[in-house]
């Protein structure tokens, strides 16, 4: 069985087949919101999603925007 090293938050993400892999450090923001919608966009996630999940992640710190991650997509840290 493979090793499942994914984040996610309450009942899960909105997303949870949409995995993105976050090896290494955190990016920063552009970085990080383009790997989400760059997955998000490859799994056929509509265009208005991929618009509100930027607005949610830009709409405050750090913090928040990989919280915003975890709520819209599977993180996986491995």
Same mark, same amino acid.
């Given at each position: 069985?493979?090793?499942?090293?994914?984040?996610? /938050?309450?009942? #899960?993400?909105?997303?949870? *087949?949409?995995t993105?892999?976050? /090896?290494? %450090?955190?990016?920063g923001?552009?970085?990080?919101?383009?790997?989400?919608?760059? %997955?998000?966009?490859?799994? #056929?996630?509509? *265009?208005?999603? +991929?618009?509100?999940?930027y607005?949610?992640?830009?709409? #405050?710190?750090?913090?928040? *925007? *990989?919280?915003?991650?975890?709520?819209?997509?599977? /993180?996986? +840290? #491995?």
């Amino acid at each position: 069985m493979a090793k499942v090293n994914a984040i996610t /938050i309450q009942n #899960g993400p909105k997303y949870p *087949l949409v995995t993105v892999h976050m /090896i290494g %450090a955190y990016g920063g923001f552009h970085p990080t919101v383009t790997a989400v919608q760059a %997955a998000m966009r490859q799994a #056929g996630i509509p *265009l208005r999603e +991929l618009s509100t999940f930027y607005e949610e992640a830009a709409d #405050g710190d750090e913090d928040n *925007l *990989l919280r915003t991650c975890q709520r819209w997509v599977a /993180i996986d +840290l #491995g």
